[in-house]
């Protein structure tokens, strides 16, 4: 029973005051979490209006038809909210990623299959609702990449700071409106 266990904080993994993070990680999501001390950039990069980029690796249950890939790709309905499209894909093997702890449910006679999903809005619990409501329920959501920034070189609770490069790129990103959202001359 963890309930009795503390749960672990950011604090518990960055010792550096004052910093926030962009966006959220449900407590049975992993991978990346942008952190900021810089509150109108935060808002640029989380707002729904400006539809940044997120990217995950989705391990769902049994193996997803065509057909609710492209529900997917079209944007699903929620309890009465039309998601935004998503970019979606099935990955062609599963990806190579340190063990869940702790692991996820495991049946031997469903089979799971992978899919890298991109979206531009971030609500709560979104892709797990999304792959449920085609039938496809999330065993393991690993945020692998938001705008430019990817998990590259970290292991699970590692950090490093952004640099000086990829803060610019952070703030050129920031600043740039998305697709859906630009408006046509």
């Known amino acids: 029973d963890d309930s009795q266990t ?5 604090k518990d993994y960055i010792p550096v005051p004052g910093v926030y993070s962009v966006g959220r990680l449900d407590r ?4 990346l979490l ?18 940044k980029p997120r990217t995950y690796w989705v391990q769902v249950e049994r193996t997803p038809d065509e057909a609710a890939l492209e529900a997917l790709r079209r944007g699903v309905n ?21 063990p869940r702890n ?14 890298e999903m991109t979206l531009t809005e971030g609500r709560n619990r979104q892709v ?6 085609v039938g496809f ?33 952070v703030r050129e990103d920031s600043r740039e409106q998305s697709s859906s959202s630009r408006s046509t001359p």
Do not use: C
Not at 81 to 88: E, I, K, L, M, N
């Open 28 to 31: 049975d999501s992993e991978g």
């Open 34 to 51: 942008l952190l900021t001390n810089d509150g109108p950039l935060k808002h640029r990069l989380t707002d729904p209006k400006f539809a």
């Open 137 to 169: 329920p999330t065993l393991r959501l690993v945020r692998v990449r938001s705008l430019r920034l990817t998990l590259e070189g970290l292991e699970p609770g590692q950090w490093r700071e952004l640099t000086p490069l990829e803060i610019q790129q």
């Open 102 to 115: 702790p692991p996820i449910r495991y049946r031997k006679t469903v089979p799971t299959d992978w899919l």
């Open 128 to 133: 797990r609702r999304m792959t449920a409501a």
């Open 78 to 98: 929620i309890r009465g909210y039309q998601t935004r499209p998503a970019q979606v894909r099935r990955l062609e093997s599963p990806p190579t990623l340190p």
């Open 6 to 10: 503390p749960r672990r904080t950011l």
